[in-house]
């Protein structure tokens, strides 16, 4: 129920102005010093990326280290390769709020899912490894939006909490308490 004396008012707030979620499978090519025999392992490590919003959508840059743990020299030697993987996602917006300003606006990008390795495949010619990673993101875009609001002045109440004693709530509560304990 809207009382008589009660007006609206606009508020302009920094809000989410819009969203947007994708998950992604990338290969990558790892060429080791040494030509792999065997392949022991792969993750990832030192991941971190940024989103700018481009129109209706957020590009993320990220990075990220790629470590390969592999065999050579016919399975009688193991190290590690490392190389540092730069990648880049276009993640459309969902939900843009029609009445947002976009001029200064902030981008959140969170993880989803980290990159994670899926597989490392040995191309025993070449002596490359394709490496598949997968990761989930989630861009939101913070910008300026209107709200209505309805403000009004507020009703008197007969009671209140405060009206209680503190007697009256600790007989009250030890009684509920007895009750439920049997």
Not at 150 to 173: A, H, Q, W
Request: net charge negative; with cysteine.
């Amino acid at each position: 129920m809207i009382a008589k004396d009660s007006i609206c008012r606009e508020i302009i707030t920094q809000a989410i102005c819009g969203k947007g979620t994708k998950y992604t499978t990338e290969t990558f090519t790892l060429k080791p010093e040494n030509p792999p025999t065997t392949v022991g392992g792969c993750w990832v490590m030192n991941h971190h990326c940024s989103g700018t919003l481009i129109d209706d959508l957020v590009e993320i840059h990220g990075r990220f280290d790629l470590n390969l743990w592999y065999s050579y020299h016919d399975n009688s030697e193991t190290t590690v390769a490392k190389d540092s993987v730069d990648y880049t996602i276009q993640v459309p917006l969902e939900e843009l709020d029609p009445k947002g300003t976009f001029e200064e606006t902030s981008v959140d990008v969170r993880m989803l899912q980290d990159p994670n390795c899926l597989d490392a495949v040995l191309n025993e010619d070449t002596g490359e490894v394709a490496v598949t990673i997968e990761m989930g993101h989630q861009a939101e875009l913070i910008g300026r939006t209107k709200l209505w609001v309805m403000v009004c002045d507020p009703t008197p109440k007969k009671e209140s909490y405060s009206d209680y004693s503190e007697s009256y709530l600790d007989e009250e509560s030890v009684e509920e308490s007895s009750s439920t304990v049997r």
